[in-house]
């Protein structure tokens, strides 16, 4: 039975002897490597990161700067839309207003000719119960041939006269329809008698 002594010595040999199989240098250099490379590809990693946010910011840039100009140019349309109906408008009322002035002197125009008319109607009617009551019209006579000549537009216009019944008649050729308008019942107003017979011509 061999002593405790031996069996420790045999223990330390085996130690010694298990420790020179290993190479403690080239575990270092296994770890350095292994940590260098751990290293590197977090550095990788971060490099990769930030290259990534940096693309996703510029294509953000990218895009808010597009939809702005998208936005420029839809705002710029709308503005010129605004502009150019406003102007259309502008120009329409300036026709409008021309129209106007043209309707209204033109009917003021046509008033004072009717007004002319009446006048010319009452000094025919008056003609007229001279001559009737005189029982003939000599053609000969140059004023009976101008009053008949008068009597002749008026009916081209479409406008003629009762002088027995104190009527004025207004054909419109156009409905084909005549009204009637009798002097003597009411006292009316040039203005009125006027506007009455264009109204209806």
Known sequence: MSSYPEQSE???ALLRDTLDGF???TDLDALDRISHNLKQLQTNRQTNIKNIQDDLKNLSNQLLTKKNLID???EGETLEDRNAKREEKFK?????NKNLKEINST???LSTNLNE?????NDLNESYKTISNNSYIEQEDEENQVIILKLSVYKSFGISFDFKNNLIIIFNKKKNLSDFLKLDEEKFSDYFITNYIWDRI
């Open 107 to 109: 009917k003021q125009e």
């Open 10 to 12: 045999d223990l330390l």
């Open 23 to 25: 190479s403690i240098q």
């Open 72 to 74: 420029s140019i839809i």
């Open 92 to 96: 329409q009322e300036l026709e409008l």
């Open 117 to 121: 008319l009446l006048d010319e109607i």
